[in-house]
């Protein structure tokens, strides 16, 4: 099952654009986390929000939580062809197992 | 430090057969977690291992099982292999079994004909 959910499902942007995704989820949680996949390979933490923190920043990433409306969103500013990849987020179920959302597919056009 | 590794990386298998899927955790981490990730989707969480006991597992019926050993490594395997079974099998680690952040290996991908 699904906790997370992404949108939007796919983000074409310009290099040097900034890109934000979004991510709503169904229960109470005590933190989220973002993550990114590159072409069918293993996942790379990115970044952890605690369910008392209401943004965070890690480098080129803004993340921000708000817990009454259930939402989180990633602000990846400035971007590069690099960061073409998934996005994903995870918030933590019942028994604090990780589970994770269907994902957003950013592509970075040069 | 070593991360986490996962053999094999590619394998094709026939409806029916069994198959085990070998993850070793990163250095210091007492957890294993496994999970499906079909293409196009977001990994599901298939269960997760803590101190070589099963600890939690999500929507899979039982044929999905899994071990870990004294040193952490962890095995999945999976019988009776159904075609729906093709996809990415991620292996994470992590210290303790709490909400903590996942270290992943670069997974298994598992074609069933």
């Known amino acids: 099952s699904q906790q997370g959910e992404e949108d939007p499902q796919a983000l074409s942007i310009q290099e040097g654009e900034n890109a934000t995704m979004n991510c709503s989820y169904k229960t109470s949680i005590n933190n989220l986390q973002w993550y990114r996949q590159n072409s069918g390979r293993g996942l790379v933490h990115l970044i952890l929000i605690r369910s008392n923190e209401r943004e965070k920043h890690s480098g080129r990433l803004r993340v921000t939580l708000d817990t009454s409306k259930k939402s989180s969103s990633l602000l990846i500013t400035a971007s590069r062809a690099a960061d073409t990849a998934s996005y994903f987020c995870?918030?933590?179920?019942?028994?604090?197992?990780?589970?994770f959302g269907k994902g957003t597919r950013l592509h970075i056009l040069p | 430090e070593t991360g986490v590794t996962q053999s094999p990386t590619h394998l094709i298998k026939t409806r029916g057969q069994q198959v085990t899927l070998r993850c070793s955790s990163q250095s210091g981490h007492n957890t294993v977690s496994w999970y499906q990730q079909a293409l196009g989707q977001g990994p599901q969480f298939i269960f997760q291992y803590y101190r070589e006991e099963e600890n939690g597992r999500g929507n899979f019926p039982p044929r999905f099982s899994g071990l870990q050993f004294p040193n952490y490594s962890s095995e999945l395997n999976v019988n009776a292999l159904e075609l729906d079974d093709s996809a990415l099998y991620l292996c994470?680690?992590?210290?303790?079994?709490?909400?903590?952040?996942?270290?992943f290996g670069a997974g298994s991908r598992l074609t069933v004909l």
């Open positions: 995870a918030t933590d179920a019942q028994d604090d197992k990780i589970i």
């Open positions: 994470a680690s992590s210290i303790d079994s709490g909400a903590n952040v996942l270290t």
